[in-house]
């Protein structure tokens, strides 16, 4: 009886194992279908700043970013162009603006901002050549807070840049290949 049970589990293990491989588009943990069989590349154009503010290697962190992540998270090859799919574009909004106002009881001081805000944008053009209808032309965009009584943005901007950026790749990542 107990070996029935165990020998019926297996079988079932198996073919499920085996039915599953034959599937042909592959989901993973993070969450892309990407059929392997027809989709094997992606290339990264040089993304622009457009956006007139930033640090001078702002386009190029970017690039070699989403570089990085495509590479971590699917088992596309990354080629220098013509890939599989295809992604281009320019950072088009670098924004450092007030959120919260600190008002002194100074008369003679000026009110001050208590929060600051940088925002990113950036315009994506994404061609997949494999399915045209799943191309996208869209912006994505993220923000941080920082408060300037404590710090300077000079002293996080870097910090800041980079994980705005993580945020903008993973929405990409989400709009391209996950399909979500």
Partial sequence: MILNKVLRSLIIALVSFFGFQACSVSYSFTGTNINYDIIKSFSVENFF???????????????????????????????????????????????????????????NLPDRAGQMRLTITVEVDYVNTVNEEESLKRS????????????????????LIEEIFESIIQDIFTATVANW
């Avoid at 009584?149 to 996080?156: D, F, K, W």
């Fill in 49 to 107: 700043n457009d956006s007139g503010g930033g640090p001078a290697n702002m386009e190029q962190l970017f690039t070699e970013s989403l570089k990085d992540f495509y590479q971590r998270n699917t088992q596309l090859e990354l080629v220098r162009n013509n890939g599989d799919l295809q992604f281009s574009g320019a950072i088009s909004r670098y924004a450092i603006t007030p959120q919260a106002t600190v008002t002194t009881t100074d008369p």
């Fill in 140 to 159: 994505f965009s993220f923000f941080k807070d920082y408060d300037p009584r404590n710090t300077s943005i000079l002293q996080v901007e870097s910090v």
